[in-house]
């Protein structure tokens, strides 16, 4: 299996910080992965997909990049709707694997 | 509009059998493969596995392999699974999820299905 390591695990920033995420495969995926923003209580909500194409109706302050092992989620200027916690997804190869998440916290 | 309209929440005892759905409305229902996603409480997503209801192909992760079956009825446009055993370790929230139209999984996700096991 894929293994796929995001990092931080969680972190705090103040509302207009830009903010990054990393996501690490164990393996190169080419551009096959998925971003998730989940709030509590909610199902998760597609952000990114292909590594770096933004899903229709996403807002443009998100962005995605890289390709084969590493990427990054970027957040341009946080605000408070976007304190959630996040996950990537690889699908290159199967059984697809999650990230474990990052949280985002108030700060 | 594509929804994913899950079945509601279930308690059950440890060895009871459970089968949960997800209706798909607003598009051709077989043409889109429709995954299935655990959340443990508190915890993060899991990929238990996906179908592609136009001729059943059925893809699963090695962790859920032989303990849940998913299947599809096209003729109802709804996916399911089911667990033949319940252990108290599936209490957990269950996801079904569609693709998108580029193909990448989780473009459209149900509501969810809180299923709770204890004696």
């Known amino acids: 299996d894929i293994q796929m390591t995001q990092s931080p695990s969680s972190l705090s920033a103040y509302v207009g910080d830009r903010v990054t995420i990393t996501c690490r495969a164990s393996q190169g995926i080419n551009s096959y992965l998925v971003w998730f923003q989940q709030k509590p209580g909610k199902a998760p909500k597609s952000l990114i997909f292909?590594?770096?194409s933004l899903q229709s109706g996403v807002p443009s302050k998100f962005s995605g990049s890289g390709s084969g092992t590493d990427f990054t989620l970027t957040i341009s200027s946080l605000q408070p709707e976007d304190f959630a916690t996040y996950y990537c997804q690889q699908y290159n190869s199967y059984p697809w694997t999650f990230g474990q998440g990052t949280k985002v916290e108030i700060k | 509009e594509v929804q994913l309209v899950q079945s509601g929440a279930e308690v059950k005892k440890p060895g009871e059998s459970l089968k949960i759905s997800c209706k798909g409305s607003?598009?051709?229902?077989?043409?889109?493969?429709i995954g299935w996603v655990r959340q443990m409480p508190g915890k993060g997503l899991e990929w238990m596995g996906i179908?592609?209801?136009?001729?059943?192909?059925?893809r699963y992760s090695p962790s859920f392999q032989g303990q849940v079956t998913i299947s599809a009825d096209k003729s109802i446009s709804t996916a399911y699974l089911q667990w033949s055993s319940l252990k108290a370790s599936d209490t957990a929230m269950y996801y079904c999820?569609?693709?998108?139209?580029?193909?990448?999984?989780?473009?459209?996700w149900g509501q969810g299905t809180l299923v709770t096991v204890s004696s």
């Open positions: 999820a569609r693709h998108d139209d580029s193909g990448s999984p989780g473009g459209y």
């Open positions: 292909a590594a770096s």
């Open positions: 607003g598009y051709r229902f077989t043409n889109y493969w």
């Open positions: 179908i592609y209801p136009g001729d059943s192909d059925t």
